[in-house]
């Protein structure tokens, strides 16, 4: 396959960082050959091979798989430090990493514990506790 063959991916990091800072939804990719979903960007399926992915809107929730606690951050982070960096497994498939402000110590975080993606001014993809959100299909 040549380059001229590639297909173009459904949507470029700008646009992806555009809809992070307009509050979703994440957006992702599907395999429409085996339903592989994925958050990030790749010629091909990763379980299958098949190649062009298609536009596939993600879930804002999900279960921490992987966290550690950032103390030395970024510039954008030096009032938000120490600050869990997390590995979220999404519901519908799909993993994205992002960080939650309110984790101050390793034992703040549980992995399996449930998140959710809330839009923040800062630069990356925030999440907070579900149990912490107003979701009105909890019955409030
Ligand atoms: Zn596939």
């Not at 010629?43 to 950032?70: D, M």
Request: glycine share 12%.
């Amino acid at each position: 396959m040549s380059a001229d063959e590639l297909p173009a991916a459904t949507h470029t990091v700008a646009e992806w960082v555009a809809s992070v800072e307009a509050g979703g939804p994440l957006r992702g990719f599907r395999c429409p050959q085996c339903g592989f979903t994925t958050a990030t960007w790749n010629l091909a399926c990763l379980r299958c091979g098949r190649v062009g992915l298609l536009e596939h809107a993600l879930g804002s929730a999900g279960r921490v798989v992987a966290f550690t606690l950032l103390t030395v951050p970024g510039d954008e982070f030096l009032n938000d430090a120490p600050y869990a960096y997390i590995v979220v497994e999404l519901d519908g498939g799909g993993r994205i990493t992002g960080w939650m402000p309110s984790v101050r110590t390793v034992d703040g975080l549980r992995i399996g514990e449930r998140v959710r993606f809330m839009a923040s001014y800062k630069p990356g993809v925030q999440f907070v506790r579900e149990s912490d959100t107003n979701d009105p299909r909890k019955g409030g």
